[in-house]
């Protein structure tokens, strides 16, 4: 059977490992070190909380974060893949304040092909654009912090 990867709102409390692997214990990280600490600094530290049998990512400097996954699903088993945390912290915009995607689906990796970081970033414009008064997505882990254009 061919794997399918969705994007889910949240995660059953099984995959409390797998995620904190793909947030906390990411191999890629030591590419964005300096981006991520300051990124910490502003915006606080993500942590991974239980509620009734589900996930969610809160940032103690954050109220109201939003989480989005991305799950691989094949034969009956699924993993999270991708993860993007992302807040209001203005009006006019949505800002991504923690990303974590896994190796296999990073650049050069065995998923590359899943474009699972930009498929993430596009369920966020959507929001965006669903969104009244929402004019710019930003990333916050880039030091000059681009805007995806939400049109």
Not at 47 to 72: C, K, M, S, Y
Not at 91 to 113: K, M, N, P, S, W
């Amino acid at each position: 059977m061919p794997y399918e990867i969705t994007v889910k709102s949240r995660l059953p409390a099984t995959m409390r490992g797998q995620l904190e692997a793909l947030l906390f214990f990411n191999a890629g990280q030591h590419r964005m070190r300096h981006a991520i600490q300051a990124t910490i600094e502003r915006y606080g530290v993500p942590e991974i909380v239980e509620d009734n049998g589900w996930l969610r990512v809160q940032v103690a400097g954050v109220p109201e974060v939003q989480t989005l996954f991305a799950v691989h699903e094949e034969d009956g088993r699924a993993r999270p893949v991708g993860a993007v945390v992302y807040v209001r912290d203005t009006f006019e915009r949505i800002t991504v304040v923690h990303l974590g995607i896994a190796d296999d689906y990073a650049f050069r990796g065995r998923y590359a092909q899943e474009r699972v970081l930009p498929r993430l970033l596009q369920q966020i414009r959507q929001v965006a654009r669903r969104t009244s008064g929402i004019r710019h997505v930003e990333v916050a882990y880039r030091r000059n912090r681009p805007r995806v254009a939400t049109a």
